[in-house]
Nanobody
Framework: QVQLVESGGGLVQAGGSLRLSCAAS????????LGWFRQAPGKEREFVAG????????SYTDSVKGRFTISRDNAKNTGYLQMNSLKPEDTAVYYC?????????????????WGQGTQVTVSS
């Protein structure tokens, strides 16, 4: 069992940066693939970034490539999403997710555990 808690959201102007954190409780965090998703009002939850449990390879949706970076610190049981050059269209609730021995998949149904979400609002 893993519990995930996101933090780091907030209000930022376009062009600014935020770093989201995903703190995990429970055992074997290093055995989980991580994913970051977001959901804007009236829209479906969409994949943002993912990272494998073992190789550290990452993937991103096209709209955030070159601006967002996913990372993890297994010693701290924490995942991160560094978001730079933020745009108003990045406004959403951001969720982290974990899948046991996961590959950072793009499909939400793949993941076993989810955090409660953190709001990111980018003003123009």
């Amino acid at each position: 069992q893993v519990q995930l808690v996101e933090s780091g959201g907030g209000l930022v102007q376009a062009g600014g940066s935020l770093r989201l954190s995903c703190a995990a409780s429970g055992r074997h965090f290093s055995s989980y693939g991580l994913g970051w998703f977001r959901q804007a009002p009236g829209k479906e939850r969409e994949f943002v970034a993912g990272m494998t449990w073992n190789t550290g390879m990452s993937s991103y949706t096209d709209s955030v490539k070159g601006r967002f970076t996913i990372s993890r610190d297994n010693a701290k049981n924490t995942g991160y999403l560094q978001m730079n050059s933020l745009k108003p269209e990045d406004t959403a609730v951001y969720y982290c997710a974990a899948e046991y021995y996961g590959q950072g998949a793009t499909a939400p149904k793949t993941y076993d555990y989810w955090g409660q979400g953190t709001q990111v609002t980018v003003s123009s």
